[in-house]
């Protein structure tokens, strides 16, 4: 669909409608858009396969390449496509139907003079095209008996174009002017893979590599660590493959976007790179020195600029990886006083419980001395028993869904009153012991509780 919503942006369209229906004997799914449409002439010649020269120079705006749009993306769903298009006051129509053509064994336009009960015909406005689909046994695996799973199939595929559609167009669909794409009467919203409007996304200035073919784009951005963002908008942003899948470089060719979440094997995707996104944009007229494919989904780097953003990976990817270093390290530092130590040596890392941390230590001090030594076994046997292996699964599928467990209010409160007592000891000020528990575990994830406990403690001390 999105090769023929391609020919409504080139036609000057504000608005694009998508209508479906997927219930009855004949299914169908129309999409019609105010462009400055077609004479029939140009009807006609919009229906002949490779109607265009892919060598020929087009406008800037022009999204097309190779004439095959409109018929591939059609017949790769349907096997009866209608056209209408209204131009200068006139409406024409021409209709490819596959099965027609087997019978007549002749690849020939059928151009109907009525037009009223062609469905959707009537979403047309003065200027505009519509382009019918109908006959979608390719859509549907050519389920064709079983009403009801033919409608559960179709509106599956729609939900997963209107995210595409969201991803793939969303530079047109943001700012003054911009396109509005409405699925039955629904407007999407763009998604923009960048999180631009997030304050905590790194956009890094925009770079040009002049080259014979024209000028290239390349903008880095650095996604903010999710704990920054909604759950909602994380996983959305992440799409169905997740943020793994997601990361590395954007191509876009005229602001519509080509090919997304891959490094084009000038590096691996990792869990420490994934917040990494690099936006490239080529003019139309490079085409074949990206090689872009007829679908317009694939491409290749040309040499000239392999080496440049090899460059421009090392920065972006350093980036990605100091927002989570610089997280984990903040969760270790013993200024901040944190349950588990990290400790390197040899060659390997291995995290211990910190039993110097205030709630093992006021907690030990109040037990007999004969067993001391039995409730420091139980901890380092806790350490000891960390599952590296299962954590190390979770992460690198699923970090966002890695959390801390929920701690029971007693043991927090014991927790956060031994903690203050041996910070306020050594002489720190209540507003730094607030920031140095804000940033650690258990007192970040339960920091309206651990807040509410500080302030009845200070309370209480200030009464005495």
């Known amino acids: 669909m999105s090769d023929i919503m391609d ?41 002949r396969p490779g109607s265009r020269n892919p060598r020929a120079a087009r406008d800037e705006p022009d999204l097309g390449r190779f004439g095959l749009g409109l018929k591939s993306a059609s017949f790769s769903q349907c096997r009866r496509l209608t056209v209408v298009s209204r131009k200068e006051g006139r409406t024409s129509a021409a209709v490819w139907d596959l099965d027609d053509v087997a019978e007549r064994n002749d690849w020939a336009v059928q151009l109907p003079d009525d037009v009223e009960n062609i469905p959707a015909v ?58 509005r794409i409405l699925l039955n009467g629904r407007q999407l919203q763009p998604l923009d893979p960048f999180a631009r409007h997030n304050p905590a996304t790194i956009v890094d200035p925009e770079e040009t590599l002049p080259l014979a073919g024209g000028v290239v784009t390349i903008q880095s951005f650095t996604l903010p660590h999710h704990k920054q963002m909604s759950m909602s908008e994380w996983d959305e942003i992440g799409g ?68 440049r953003l090899r460059r421009v990976i090392e920065r972006i990817q350093s980036a990605s990886k100091r927002t989570y270093i610089r997280r984990g390290q903040k969760l270790v530092d013993h200024e901040r006083l944190p349950m588990w130590n990290r400790v390197q040596a040899d060659g390997q890392i291995r995290y211990r419980p910190n039993i110097e941390h205030p709630a093992f230590s006021a907690f030990a001090d109040s037990l007999p001395a004969e067993l001391r030594n039995g409730f420091f076994n139980c901890i380092a046997l806790v350490g000891a028993s960390l599952p590296v292996e299962a ?41 730094e012991i607030i920031a140095l528990m804000k940033d650690v575990d ?16 200070l309370a209480i001390k200030e009464d005495k």
């Open 7 to 47: 020919n409504s942006i080139t036609a000057g369209a504000t608005h694009i409608w998508i209508i479906t229906d997927a219930c009855g004997d004949d299914p169908m799914i129309a999409l019609v858009d105010d462009g400055k449409g077609m004479t029939e002439d140009e009807l006609i010649a919009a229906m």
């Open 391 to 431: 954590l190390h699964a979770d992460i690198a599928g699923t970090a966002e869904q890695v959390v801390p467990d929920r701690i029971d209010e007693a043991s927090l409160e014991q927790a956060v009153r031994a903690t203050l007592q041996v910070l306020t000891g050594a002489g720190k000020e209540i507003s």
């Open 122 to 179: 009537q979403q047309l406005g003065p200027t505009g095209t519509l382009v019918l689909w109908q006959k979608l046994d390719r859509l549907t695996g050519g389920i064709a008996h079983n009403t009801a799973r033919r409608s559960e199939i179709i509106n599956q595929r729609i939900a997963e174009t209107e995210r595409h559609l969201r991803l793939v167009f969303h530079r047109f669909m943001q700012g003054s002017g911009a396109l």
């Open 240 to 307: 169905p493959e997740g943020h793994l899948k997601s990361q590395g470089f954007y191509l876009y060719r005229g602001r519509r976007l080509i090919v997304h979440g891959t490094w084009f094997g000038l590096c691996r995707q990792s869990e420490l790179t994934k917040l990494s996104r690099i936006r490239i944009d080529i003019p139309n007229c490079m085409d074949a020195d990206w090689k872009i494919d007829v679908k317009k989904s694939s491409a290749q780097l040309p040499p000239v600029v392999r080496d």
């Open 442 to 457: 258990p007192f970040r994830s339960a920091w309206a509780d651990t807040h509410r406990i500080i302030d009845s403690t």
